[in-house]
């Protein structure tokens, strides 16, 4: 052993001193071989020629490792100008190592075929997924190891055989459409104990680049993975009910979870130690999502976050949760990452009695450089976060947001900057606590290093996508919609959220936002929240969802609000509105929208009571379904409701509008056209167009078709006897039919239109306005 080296192990065998990997783990070395091969394949600034994609090395790779004794080494080693091992799956043994040489590539066929579980079930995306092996497996094969100072590269951003698309792209496919990618993992580690990854450099895996699973001894040491930060689903070295693992001085740049560790049915994830790292892009030093079996006795220690979208992250859910305990993260340093510390046993909306517990987590002498979005949660008041706190400083917080319940904080030893407030937070001070100091962080950043040793094959990088992807079971960039649309720009964004139940109240203040779902059954894509008038301060501030700003859409989804699920219908503080939405020029298009009394708000904009004029406010809806009893319908935006289905639930009499023109020339109204009203079986009393809210409510039906539940009258007034504001309405109609459709008994106050009065009404022209807006030309997304 070299000097240097000597002080190396010296210096890490210190560290493991205080690592919770039961081992005496140093520096690995590489078996002595067996058998050294010599690559045949000639890549040209990373290309294989055409001819010799079909020269695949896999079997004589594979009858290498067969044919190798235990404690020895099948080495791959370039030959010339020929660096290239072109391969499919393949297989370690128990004992034996792989080595690829400097200069060296093992390079992952192009040909989903090679990959297949079943016939044709790799390289696809649909409802199943997992239809592929992995490029390189270890099952049961203990002892093995993969090393050396040369590459193995994924080529996910290469196209398929066959296949105008590459590995990379299906897994964007199935992101926006919410199915399931088939794509191959670069390196499988299962069932395979004192397993070695040693020097070797991971390029651009279509998918996870190194999945243990039930392992007893895992080192990955000096390893280098180097991935486009726009790849979906391509983790770093993910520890799955795994025991005695370090990860030490490796340097991860990828497009997911740069390390996460996880645990389910095979069992705990304990006794791990990261040491001496480097994290850039990607998902940060995560735990989770799955941590049903437990996770404990972790240090992590001498770690660098530069660039990631999250820091320190615990993530699980009462679907796959567990008990997470006894973590230590010391001398940890982070910026430029949007997310620096999360621990969220709220990761998806799914139900389940799994509890995600995170109690005994411990952070020394943490430094976050730059703002971000921190989150501090607890599951409950029951199952509260634990978390102690030596020395952590967070700079810029005045630019930073929290989202913080349900913990109990304490500031131990040396105090530091960074204090959780919020809903349900006690935060402690240990007696002997005394002002701290930020740690330095400025010589622990480094650049990656350049990697000539490791060739890299041509591909190309996905773009940066500006979508903002939603997704309840984790798999998106987000699990809150709230949480995407403050993260969305000034200027608005399209944020897609996949299906499941979103339990939160919106906002949307910000102009030229985008809020859809891929999948065209808006009752698979649902916002609930149960705020009632009563408990909120009045019925305007009852929403489920709040837009404010212009310019926005909404597709295939649903706004529910269920305050009557659970509480009865009383005639005051009952209001509930799934919807409130001022913003001028906003479509809905095949969105359900769900209450009882008072689930949708149109208004304008500055209606003052000195009489100042209203700013109409323009709205849209088209193929949408709208579900209420009393008002359900009410405001004075200026509205079309075209190919709607209006549907009556059951309460003692009903009213569909109410709307609120509060003057003569106030430029508002409502108009439905080639709508159908319809009701559930048991409203048994009759169900009325509408009352007018202000005197001058404005109301016009066109091609409706009316179930038997609407009242010949058709109108009423407010309250009968006591206000005249039906004799100021303007009440409208034009070729109602069905049987609530009786222009013979509707009230004298109605107006029966001639067809071209009707015209006036159509959408491009009823809200059409100075600048010619025409909803219907763009009303269905890109």
Known sequence: MTPSAAAFYLLF??????????????????????VTLQATIIATQGTIADRDEQRLDTERIQRAIDNCKAGNAVVLRAHGRSSVFLT???????????????????????????????????????????????????????????????????????????QDITWWDLAHEAKI??????????????????????KITLRNSPNFHVAVNDTDGFTAWGVKIMTPKTARNTDGIDPGSSRNVTIAHCFIHTGDDDVAVKSGKSGPASNISILHNHFYTGHGMSIGSGTSGGVDHMLVEDLTIDGADNGIRIKSDRSRGGLVDDLHYRDVCIRDTKNPLVFTPLYTTFPGDQLPVYRDITLENIHILTAGSYTFLGLDSEHKLGLTLDNVFADDQQHSTWLTKDADVIIAGRRGNLEPQGDDVNLHSTADSSPGKPINCEAHFVPFPDLPNAPEMAGTRPPEDETLYVAADGTGDFYSIQRALDAAPKTGALVLVAPGTYREVLTIDKPNIRLRSAN?????????????????????HSATVNVTADNFFAENITFQNEFNR??????????ALALLVTGDRAVFHNVRLLGNQDTVYSGSRNCAPDGNPCIPARQYFSDCYIAGNVDFIFGDGKVVFDHCEIHSTAHAGGFITAQAKHYPDEDSGFVFDRCTLTSGPDVTRSVYLGRPWRPYASVVFLNTEMGEHIDPAGWREWHPGETHSIETVFYAEFNSTGPGARPEQRDTHTHLLTPEQARQYEPSV????????NPQKNEKSE
């Open 566 to 575: 659970t509480h009865p219908q009383l005639p005051a503080g009952s209001q």
């Open 88 to 162: 499919g799956p393949i297989a370690l043994r128990p004992g034996v190592t792989l080595v690829v040489d400097a200069h060296t590539s093992l390079v992952a066929s192009r040909d989903p075929r090679l990959y297949d579980l079943s016939p044709g079930s790799c390289g696809v995306v649909n409802e199943r997924g997992h239809g592929c092996k992995s490029l390189i497996s270890a099952n049961k094969a203990q002892d093995s190891g993969i090393m050396g100072e040369g590459s193995i590269d994924g080529r996910g951003g290469a196209k398929l055989l066959r």
């Open 13 to 34: 065998s210190v560290a493991a001193l205080h690592a919770q990997d039961t081992r005496k783990v140093g520096e690995p070395h590489i078996p002595p071989p067996c």
């Open 520 to 540: 065209l059954d808006a009752g698979k894509t649902m916002v609930v929240n149960d705020r009632s008038a009563g408990a909120n301060g009045g019925t305007l």
């Open 766 to 773: 009823f809200l059409g306005g100075s600048d010619h807006w």
């Open 177 to 198: 459409t919410d199915r399931q990618q088939s794509v191959s993992r670069l390196i499988s580690v299962d069932h395979s104990n004192n397993f070695i990854l040693y």
